[in-house]
């Protein structure tokens, strides 16, 4: 079983400041990082991380959007940018199977 700390942790170029920030943020929208990762969807680029996940009743998917402290030049220094992420600056998620 992979948990969402486990998953964010995984990211890649991520640093365990990020992870904490990003999980204190989760954990105010209902989530709890040592649950399963099942049915949590990331969608990161340098300016914004989307965390898809928990069904709500009255709009049927839980969205939360965070704004990341780091800009685009910060991404290419530190191995990001066009080279490490694509000309979009967006950073590639693989497709995971969580065992599903």
Do not use: C, W
């Not at 948990?3 to 990211?11: D, F, G, M, P, Y």
């Not at 999980?23 to 991380?49: C, Q, S, T, W, Y």
């Not at 965390?51 to 530190?78: C, E, F, M, N």
């Amino acid at each position: 079983m992979v948990t969402i700390r486990q998953a964010l942790e995984s990211v890649p170029r991520i640093t365990s400041a990020e992870v904490e920030l990003l999980l204190r943020h989760i954990r105010a929208a209902g989530f709890n990082d040592d649950e399963p990762a099942d049915g949590v969807f990331l969608d990161l680029n340098p300016a914004k991380i989307h965390v898809y996940g928990k069904l709500d009743p009255l709009d049927g998917k839980h969205q939360l959007i965070l704004q990341r402290a780091q800009s685009t030049s910060a991404a290419a220094a530190r191995g990001g940018g066009a080279e490490g992420a694509g000309a979009s600056g967006a950073v590639e998620m693989p497709d995971v199977d969580y065992g599903r």
